[in-house]
Structures are given as structure tokens and as C-alpha cells.
């Protein structure tokens, strides 16, 4: 991020645009592997579509591509479960990218109950001359055959085939909310409600379950568990979040079950703040850690959070999203908008923050000057090789030209979902059913 964050000149490209949206457009989760070369996106739909960065061309070696559709496939079906008369919706909660070891990617996706990996591999060959077989895939009548042929391998146009290797399936009651890799590469983790399971890649059919924090009664359930992550270097460790608003840091070498955390962090609440939505603004909605593993970011309703793993009773840094909103707090909650989950990211270099809000903004943090911008994803003032104004939000009194008041907000208009590339300032940002692409404007 260059060193004054308001004139940031970003270019962006839009991906995919339905002016019909459906329902089953709606992306509902957008994750870079982890070069930056993929993107992938999820959508109500249980389509994930992935796009691929152009090489550099050789007329402009500065300029790097622009993301362009690399494969599309359907990666989850509606189900119905006839024991408890429920519909599993097809829609992809989470995708999790593997580190490329070979020529093929690799990619988890899940919807509700069911997890997927996926094997995305690319196919320029087609085997001819077959013994058994004619051109056309027939069986040759056996008798015919008179000679042995050597197949051949030939030229064919390029394809991309996506095909599941591994289902893991039927080991969640309640709908899964996060998938985590781990830094050992061979197990990873998939969280719901009540329960985090810990699989092995190899093994389809069990997992261990290493946190349950279901009462023996229901009745006196009071959290659950809004989001869980792996350590990025430690395969021992990982942070969950509960609807309390609470952190718990977990090390799988202290016991099998992590009933017990090793860490707790909370922020103590100030009572002169507290309203009949304070418990609901506090849960905490998505966890991250930092790539240097240091820190841990935290999204609630209004705030985002920055914890040191080595602090547990408040956080080091917090940052307001969108203040103005403390107003609105009930008409938010009746038309259910302060239910929505929002997601936070780090850049490559744990140095800015980015986290969505209405009306298709989203706001940056940079934690070295604390400046920060709001900007806007919209197909009005996003041009391809525009670059974004930085938006602001006037809560009362007079209006300048440029503000938008806090009363014409457009809460249908919410970003849920970003993402940041791995080294690289490009983020992809999801607007309902369009895909933004913003990078840094190199001169």
C-alpha cells in the first residue's frame, strides 16, 4: 500500500456480471491459493468458479494480467435429509486452497454438512489407437483384431477437468461455519455449531473430534462456536471464536479433546455501553491469524479487533468498521441485517486490514499510520482502470457534496466476503453477485 492511503489509484476489472441475478449468483465465499495465481469463488449456487491470472505480456512486462475464468464446476447439490425433514442447501460456506506439489491444484469446498476435495488439473493429451477400443470408444469385436497397436498420445485443445477425490461426509449435526488447513498438510479442520472435527486427508469415513462444547442439556446452551482456525505454522495449534465474543486458543498436545483452552481472550465490556444489542453486536463473526502467526484479527457487528497472542485480556488494536451505525442498531435488527457475518483479511505483510460494511463499502486499515479509507465496489463508479474515491459517511448536520448520509445507506447492497493476494496488493471483493478485482496502480 503506497505511503498516502487516500489517493491510493487502484485499476479493478469485473469478473462476472449478471444484470438477472439469481439467487444462486450470490458468491458466498472468495479465497487466493497460495501463490495468487488462482482465485476461487463459492456461490449459493454450489458452483465454484476459478479464475486464473494472464502471463505478462510481452509488450507490457510491468503490467501483470487480469484474472480471467479458468474453470467452473458444480461443486455441491441440494440434498434433503429424510430423517430430520431438512433441505441442505447446495450453497458453498467455505473454500480452502492446498499448497501446489504437482502440475494439478487441489482445493476443499463445503457446503453445510459436507466437505470436498477437489483435484483441478489441466489435460493438452488425448491416448489414440487403442486395441480394444475404435476411434469412436466401441468395443472391437476380439475376433478382428489381428495386430497389436502401440496407443500414441496426441495434441488436443486445452482442457481444465475438476473431479472430486475425497467426500468427507456425515460428521456434523449442525451446519458447518469454517474449514481450516493445517501447516502439516495432511489433516485439517472443519467447525459447526457445537463441534470441531479434525480429519486426515487420506481417510474419508472418521474424524477425531476435538471440541465439543454441546451441554448434556440444550436448554442451557449459551455460545456457539462462530469460527475456527489453524495456526499457520504451529499444526498444533488453533483459535476458535464463540458468539460470546469470546477467543480460545487451543494446543491438540495438552489433551485429544480441547475442552480445556490454553489461552482466553476477552475484552471486558463497559457497562455504560451496554444495550438490549450488545450480546448480538459482539459475537464475533470471522477469526484470522496474521501470516506471521503473531496476532490474531477478530470481526464483530461494528468493530475489528487485533489481539497479541501474548495479551489475553484485551486487544492491542481495535478499529471502528462503521460507527454510524450504533443508531440503527434496531431497525437493523428488524430487518435482520445485524445478523449478517462479516469476514476480515490481512494483507500479505500483516501491515493493513480489510473488512467489508453496506452499501458495497469496505474499509481498509493500515496499522502503521492508522489511516484509514472506505472505498466502494459498484459498477457505477468502477470503470476498468478507474480509480476509486475514497467514500465518506456524514451521520447528522450538514452534507458536503461528496458524503453520503447515513439515512440512504443501501443495506441490501453488503460485503461479506474479501480477499487479499498473498504478496501482491490485489484484493477480490465480493458484491453480492459481481466480482471485484482492485490492484495498486503501478506507474
Known amino acids: 500500500m503506497e505511503e498516502d492511503i487516500d489517493t491510493r489509484k487502484i485499476n479493478n476489472s469485473f469478473l462476472r456480471d449478471h444484470s438477472y441475478a439469481t439467487e444462486a449468483d450470490i458468491i458466498s465465499t472468495v479465497e487466493f491459493n497460495h501463490t495468487g495465481e488462482l482465485l476461487a469463488t463459492g456461490d449459493k449456487g454450489g458452483r465454484v468458479v476459478i479464475f486464473q491470472r494472464e502471463q505478462e505480456s510481452k509488450n507490457q512486462p510491468h503490467r501483470r494480467g487480469e484474472y480471467n475464468v479458468y474453470s467452473t464446476f458444480q461443486s455441491h447439490e441440494p440434498e434433503f435429509d429424510y430423517l430430520k425433514s431438512l433441505e441442505i442447501e447446495e450453497k458453498i460456506n467455505k473454500i480452502r486452497w492446498l499448497p501446489q506439489q504437482n502440475a494439478a491444484y487441489f482445493l476443499l469446498s463445503t457446503n453445510d454438512k459436507t466437505v470436498k476435495l477437489w483435484k483441478v488439473s489441466e489435460r493438452d493429451k488425448r491416448p489414440e489407437g487403442y486395441n480394444l477400443k475404435d476411434e469412436d470408444g466401441r468395443f472391437r469385436d476380439p ?15 486445452l482442457m481444465v477437468e475438476a473431479t472430486p477425490r475425497r467426500v468427507f461426509a456425515n460428521a ?45 442439556n440444550m436448554e442451557e446452551l449459551t455460545e456457539v462456536i462462530t469460527a475456527a482456525e489453524f495456526h499457520p505454522h504451529h499444526c498444533n495449534t488453533f483459535v476458535y471464536s464463540s458468539s460470546k465474543g469470546t477467543i480460545r486458543l487451543c494446543d491438540m498436545r495438552a489433551s485429544a479433546l480441547c475442552d480445556r483452552h490454553s489461552k482466553f481472550f476477552e475484552e471486558p465490556e463497559d457497562p455504560s455501553n451496554r444495550s438490549f444489542f450488545s450480546e448480538i453486536i459482539s459475537s464475533i463473526s470471522d477469526v484470522k491469524f496474521s501470516h506471521s ?14 489481539w497479541d497472542l501474548n495479551m489475553e485480556n484485551r486487544p492491542i488494536e481495535t478499529y471502528q468498521v462503521h460507527d454510524y451505525l450504533r443508531s440503527k442498531l434496531c431497525s437493523l435488527y428488524e430487518n435482520d441485517c445485524i445478523f449478517d457475518k462479516f469476514e476480515c483479511v490481512w494483507n500479505g505483510s500483516d501491515s493493513v486490514i480489510m473488512t467489508g460494511s453496506y452499501n458495497n463499502f469496505f474499509r481498509m486499515f493500515d496499522r502503521n499510520t492508522k489511516r484509514d479509507v472506505t472505498l466502494e465496489a459498484s459498477r457505477e463508479n ?17 452534507r458536503r457534496k461528496d458524503e453520503i448520509s447515513v439515512d440512504s445507506l443501501d443495506f441490501s447492497k453488503k460485503i461479506l466476503h474479501t480477499a487479499w493476494h498473498p504478496s501482491e496488493n490485489i484484493i477480490a471483493v465480493a458484491a453480492t453477485n459481481n466480482l471485484y478485482i482492485f490492484q495498486d496502480k503501478v506507474n
Not at 475376433?143 to 485443445?157: F, K
Not at 495432511?186 to 479434525?198: F, W
Not at 480429519?199 to 471440541?211: A, G, L, P, Y
Open 382 to 398: 468502477s470503470k476498468p482502470r478507474a480509480i476509486l474515491k475514497p467514500r465518506k459517511v456524514c451521520v447528522g448536520g450538514k
Open 172 to 216: 456434523h449435526t449442525y451446519h458447518i461455519n469454517s474449514i481450516s488447513v493445517n501447516s502439516d498438510y495432511e489433516t485439517y479442520m472443519s467447525a459447526d455449531d457445537l463441534r470441531i472435527n479434525l480429519w486426515n486427508f487420506e481417510i474419508t469415513n472418521q474424524s477425531f473430534n476435538i471440541v465439543d462444547i454441546k451441554p448434556a
Open 143 to 157: 475376433s478382428m483384431i489381428t495386430m497389436l497397436r502401440v496407443p500414441v498420445l496426441r495434441p488436443m485443445d
Open 293 to 306: 502467526g503473531r496476532y490474531i484479527m477478530t470481526r464483530d457487528y461494528l468493530t475489528v479487533k487485533v
